[in-house]
């Protein structure tokens, strides 16, 4: 099985719940993690995060995540499940 550990992941969203992702996948050793959000405002939770913070959907186009997890208000999760599919 080939080690997945080191692909690009993304979190869209970093309220509390992709937080929370983020801390998940550190204790599992993932380390190559990208948040999608629309405002650079500080982590509440885990302080200095070791993740890469994108303001712009065409980086996210152009890293070409492994995968995905959207951590969005409800409202929007199908906006990016569609944008993250294409």
Not at 12 to 24: C, K, M, Q, T
Not at 72 to 84: N, V, W
Request: glycine share 6%.
């Amino acid at each position: 099985m080939t080690n997945k550990r080191g692909m690009p992941i993304l979190i869209v969203g970093a309220g509390s719940i992709g937080e929370r992702y983020i801390r998940n996948l550190w204790k599992i050793g993932f380390n190559n993690i990208h948040v999608y959000r629309q405002r650079n405002l500080p982590f509440r939770d885990i302080g200095n995060a070791r993740v890469c913070i994108h303001l712009d959907w065409n980086e996210i186009i152009k890293l070409k995540p492994y995968a995905a997890f959207i951590t969005t208000p409800t409202s929007t999760h199908l906006k990016y499940a569609i944008a993250c599919a294409k």
